[in-house]
């Protein structure tokens, strides 16, 4: 099946990815690191076999005071193997990226222990405006912010932006966050695992990034305000769409090989837009509980069950 695609609609999201430009300025709460910074710089080593993750928080973090956003461009080298054994916070504002033309990968190995409740699916990955919660069981620095936090119970324990705190840190909307050219490889035996969890507002989104999964991983991204030249292997589902989300888009990218569906849109209604996408060997193209508004603009479904 295929839906004819105007030239208009690749113009208009071209324009969109000019607004979404890494941001000049520097937080003011990194004034004392560099806007850019290398996690090799901060302890990884990129050998797959090393748990990298305590060494990129460390990095995601630098100069960071716990309250809103704190802008920074992460960098993980060309061709290197990144195996993470903890779920990483992003904060708001922060980049991910590497060399587009040798992508470095973010591995979760074989069976990594805390990845395999199907029930209590946890990211990677997980976007978080600010560090300010409700609680934190058992750190003692000063509420909301409750920083430094403790590595790795605090990071582990975190959950989405929480609404019931001050409003002086947060959450608000989690602007100007990006991640770009990575790939994401989650292998068997983490049945509870997911690469990204990225709710976000604008100036967000996920470009030319390759999520390969092994059959049994929950999905590779919930959320994701804008999706562009993006792979999805495999898996249970490709995306997930999450609590919170109102509108997204996905743009030039491709889902092949998931078990369920490639999309699966719950309890949650979204606006999501969808052009020059394909979907391949998948049950279900897009699986929707509540539907409330879908538009596909030149995207294929090929050996499909259902569309």
Request: net charge neutral; aromatic share 12%.
């Amino acid at each position: 099946m295929h839906i004819p695609r105007p030239v208009f609609f690749s113009i208009a999201f071209a324009g969109l990815l000019l607004t979404a430009a890494v941001p000049e300025a520097r937080s003011q709460y990194s004034t004392n690191v560099a806007f850019t910074r290398n996690v090799d710089d901060y302890g990884a080593a990129g050998d797959g076999a090393t748990d990298d993750a305590r060494a990129i928080q460390v990095a995601v973090s630098a100069g960071y005071d716990g309250r809103w956003h704190n802008y920074s461009r992460i960098l993980f080298s060309a061709g290197k193997t990144y195996r993470i054994a903890h779920r990483i916070i992003l904060w708001g504002g922060v980049h991910l990226d590497t060399n587009p033309t040798n992508p470095a990968t973010i591995l979760l190995a074989v069976a990594t222990p805390g990845f395999g409740d199907t029930n209590a699916v946890r990211p990677m990955f997980m976007s978080r405006l600010a560090a300010a919660r409700v609680s934190c069981p058992g750190n003692t620095n000063a509420a909301p912010r409750y920083w430094p936090w403790r590595w790795p119970e605090d990071y582990e324990s975190a959950v989405l932006d929480e609404s019931r705190i001050d409003g002086n840190y947060g959450p608000g909307n989690n602007f100007f966050s990006q991640i770009r050219n990575l790939k994401f490889r989650i292998e068997p035996g983490n049945p509870g695992a997911a690469a990204l969890h990225y709710v976000n507002a604008q100036g967000t989104y996920l470009y030319n990034l390759q999520f390969d999964l092994a059959d049994d991983a929950a999905y590779a991204v919930a959320g994701g305000p804008l999706i562009v030249n993006c792979t999805f292997r495999g898996g249970r589902y490709g995306m997930f769409e999450p609590p919170c989300m109102e509108f997204g888009m996905v743009v030039n990218s491709r889902f092949s090989g998931q078990k369920q569906a490639a999309y699966y849109q719950g309890e949650v209604s979204p606006t999501r837009i969808w052009t020059g996408t394909t979907f391949e060997d998948v049950p279900v193209a897009l699986r929707l509980a509540s539907p409330r508004s879908v538009t596909m603009v030149g995207c294929a479904v090929r050996r499909a069950g259902t569309g």
